[in-house]
């Protein structure tokens, strides 16, 4: 995990957006929650809702992975802040490039994501599923 964690901070973008990460100790934060929740609920589907660069997903998606079960992210952004979420290549290059292949990225606002028939879970709000 702690080599995990060495990679994942050479991208600077991932100890931005106030979840208390630090480098000097590749400590993850409020990481350690998530991929701590993920791990102990064994959950198979975590949804995420609005994320600058990924963190989030990505840590959730590692743990997940990491589960025997294993499990899947899925992940809805429509990209508001600039235009880093918009090519699904890039975005599914940006996660594997750590590793995590688990996560499926929908390019549109919750409210739009809800009423797709192809979202594939039965979403009625944020919560660990
Ligand atoms: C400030 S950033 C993310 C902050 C987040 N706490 C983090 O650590 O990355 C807000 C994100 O929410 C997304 N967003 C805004 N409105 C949304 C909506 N209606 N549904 C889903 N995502 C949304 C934006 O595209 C943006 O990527």
């Given amino acids: 995990m702690q ?5 994942l901070y050479r991208h600077p973008d991932f100890i931005m957006m106030g979840h208390q990460q630090r480098t000097e100790d590749m400590n ?3 990481g350690w929650l998530y991929y701590a929740l993920a791990r102990i609920v064994r959950t198979k589907t975590v949804v ?3 994320s600058y660069r990924g963190f989030t997903p990505m840590v ?3 743990a997940l992975s990491d ?5 899947r992210v899925i992940f809805i952004d429509p990209s508001f802040v600039d235009d880093f979420w918009k090519d699904p290549e890039a975005v ?11 996560i499926k990225h ?9 009423e797709t028939n192809d ?6 709000g944020v919560r660990i599923v």
């Fill in 92 to 102: 599914r290059a940006h996660f594997a490039g750590f590793g995590v292949n688990n």
């Fill in 3 to 7: 080599n995990w964690i060495s990679e």
């Fill in 48 to 50: 995420v809702i609005g």
């Fill in 67 to 71: 589960n025997l079960e294993g499990g």
């Fill in 60 to 62: 959730l998606g590692k």
């Fill in 119 to 124: 979202r594939g879970i039965h979403l009625t």
């Fill in 28 to 30: 993850l934060g409020l």
């Fill in 106 to 114: 929908h390019l549109s606002t919750t409210q739009q994501f809800v």
